[in-house]
């Protein structure tokens, strides 16, 4: 069973600072990793996708992926109240074109 | 910036019934999908569709489900007989190929009475 865990938190941290929300996976046959954002009712939107190891920026979010320990990573800087949300890394490994979830990272940014 | 569009937002139904959730892919995307999120549960992948045939479902998406896409823009889930344990937000997705990312629609609340 192939399988995404995260910590469901709810992850606090404070307007301004750093968020730092974790994902392992099982299978290593995984070659594409996304991290989505959940709003509460609403459908997941995609903020990051990452493909090789090492990490990759957009803005205010940074994905960084290591493929020998199956862990992937995402971190917000200069996080806002806006920030507050369910953060899905999810996972698709080669030859499949499903997606695999993980349960989802609640964080909330306290103003 | 281009949507998948999907119909109804919310959709109540009674044990038993036939349901039919539709969606619009975005218009250059080859790769389509059906993932399901029961509340407060994670998103769990039901069905892929690709080249207008089936290219993997999940053992969640057994014989009272059905996917078409009948004429070359909508993509549809049917639910034969609908289960209470069928109450869920349903998501269509869609890619434009194997390596790019998924774009989802705004979901579909279905819910069994």
């Known amino acids: 069973q192939k399988e995404v865990e995260q910590n469901s938190g709810p992850l606090s941290v404070p307007e301004g600072a750093i968020a730092s929300l974790n994902c392992t996976y099982s299978?290593?046959?995984?070659?594409?990793f996304f991290w989505y954002r959940q709003y509460s009712g609403k459908s997941p939107e995609l903020i990051m996708s990452?493909?090789?190891?090492g990490d990759k920026e957009d803005g205010r979010f940074t994905a960084q992926l290591n493929k020998a320990s199956q862990y992937v990573s995402l971190l917000i800087r200069d996080s806002q109240p806006s920030d507050s949300a369910t953060y899905l890394c999810?996972?698709?490994?080669?030859?499949?074109?499903?997606?695999?979830f993980g349960t989802g990272t609640l964080l909330a940014v306290q103003p | 910036e281009p949507e998948v569009t999907q119909t109804p937002s919310h959709q109540v139904t009674q044990m038993g019934q036939e349901v039919i959730l539709r969606c619009v892919p975005i218009?250059?995307?080859?790769?389509f999908y059906w993932y399901r999120q029961i509340l407060g549960q994670k998103v769990e992948f039901l069905v892929s569709?690709?080249?207008?045939?089936?290219?993997?479902k999940s053992e969640i998406f057994d014989d009272q489900f059905s996917v078409e896409r009948p004429d070359g823009s909508n993509f549809t889930l049917k639910i034969r007989s609908t289960k209470l344990e069928d109450s869920a937000m349903y998501f269509c997705?869609?890619?434009?190929?194997?390596?790019?990312?998924?774009?989802f629609g705004s979901g579909t609340r279905l819910t069994v009475v």
């Open positions: 997705a869609s890619r434009q190929g194997a390596s790019w990312g998924y774009t």
């Open positions: 299978d290593r046959g995984s070659q594409s």
């Open positions: 990452i493909y090789s190891n």
């Open positions: 999810a996972v698709n490994s080669r030859g499949e074109g499903k997606l695999i």
């Open positions: 218009s250059n995307h080859l790769y």
């Open positions: 569709f690709y080249n207008n045939e089936i290219s993997e």
